[in-house]
């Protein structure tokens, strides 16, 4: 079967890699000119961290995440499986309880064990939670490995190309992120700002999450001394400059894990629009001869593997009996075509 996938960020890339493997002949259209700073997916932290992201995201998203590390090891390799350490200053220490009662598969760690995990924050901090099986990866090494695998593999990708001008197939899966608002009118951006920093005296080797009441930071280690820094969560489809605000915040939080970040390279400044529905939580379904992926708010990373099963069982009409699938429900569909 001919399946056309339009973008190249995580969605189209996960879901042609799933096409490709069960036979399809897949071509990626993408009108960006390569993997880069047009897609959403170029920004993101890479944490693969489905059990504190039950904090604040939906049992489906835990569900849907749970398996995604093993998924991207299979597919791309370099996954970084060390767990994440959650941390809360002295003064936030109720916020590390809360955070404890909302989420599972962790073990909480005093300041010897916090030292052990992670040796840059000796002394920092007296307790945390240590999340023992979660993992991270590089986003923009994940996804380049994913395209080169596809090309490999015996697919077309094809930049520089709109969707308009897409070969003919016999379905297509739309994977435009936040660009198919045109015709998903309740699809809206949540922007996030992120940065890169280079420290030569703080090496972390896993992601940590620092809380706080307002502004609740993560920070993703990149290798070479880079640690990525983010993301701050605005209701907004707004790809604008970062501000100064969120630019005090980030470095904030960041020097308020170890000051020696003050010392530390801006080596980068980013932002993008996360593509979301109003629950928040991943779509994929099927008008005709098109199968929508959207929605991947701020699990991208994390759900991508899990949607492009889906989204393959919909192309191939098949059914995989995955405890894992969410279809879109009819809910969900009388009130997008509603709005
Ligand atoms: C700061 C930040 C941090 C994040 N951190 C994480 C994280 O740690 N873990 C995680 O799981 N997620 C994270 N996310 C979320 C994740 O990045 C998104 O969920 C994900 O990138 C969405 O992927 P997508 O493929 O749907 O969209 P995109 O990545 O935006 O891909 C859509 C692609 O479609 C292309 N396109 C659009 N229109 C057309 C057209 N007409 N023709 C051809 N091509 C077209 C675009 O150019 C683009 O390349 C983060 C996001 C941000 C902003």
Known sequence: MRVTVIGAGVAGLACATELMKRGAAVTVVERAPGLGPASC???????????????????????????????????AGGVTRRGTL????????????????????????????????????????????????????????????????LAAGGAELRFGTDAGDAPACEVTVDCRGLAARDQLPDLRGVRGEMLVLRSREVALTRSVRLLHP??????????????MVGATMIESGSR????????????????ALHPAFGEAEVVEIGVDAR????????????EGDTVFVNGLYRHGFLLAPA?????????????????????????????????
């Not at 593509?275 to 099927?286: K, V």
């Not at 393959?312 to 009996?321: F, I, K, R």
């Open 41 to 75: 997916s170029w920004w993101a932290g890479g944490m693969l961290a489905p059990w504190c992201e039950a904090e604040s995201a939906e049992e489906a998203v835990v569900r849907l995440g749970a398996a995604a590390a093993d998924w991207w090891e299979r597919h």
């Open 307 to 339: 949607m492009a099963r889906q989204a393959a069982d919909l192309v191939l009409d098949t059914t995989t009996g995955d405890a894992t699938t969410v279809r879109e429900s009819d809910a969900h569909r009388a009130e997008r075509q509603a709005s």
């Open 214 to 227: 307002r502004s609740p930071i993560y920070l993703v280690p990149r290798g070479d001394g880079r640690v």
């Open 275 to 286: 593509p979301a529905f109003p629950d928040n939580l991943p779509r994929a379904w099927r």
């Open 86 to 149: 959650v941390l809360a200053p002295a003064r936030d220490a109720g916020e590390l309880r809360r955070f404890a009662r909302r989420t599972t598969h962790h073990e909480t760690v005093d300041g010897d064990a916090i030292a052990a995990l992670e040796p840059a924050l000796a002394g920092r901090f007296r307790s945390g939670l240590h999340f023992a099986e979660e993992a991270h990866l590089d986003p923009r090494a994940a996804t380049r490995a994913l395209a080169e695998r």
């Open 240 to 255: 604008s400059p970062v501000s100064a605000r969120s630019l005090m915040e980030l470095l904030g939080a960041a020097y």
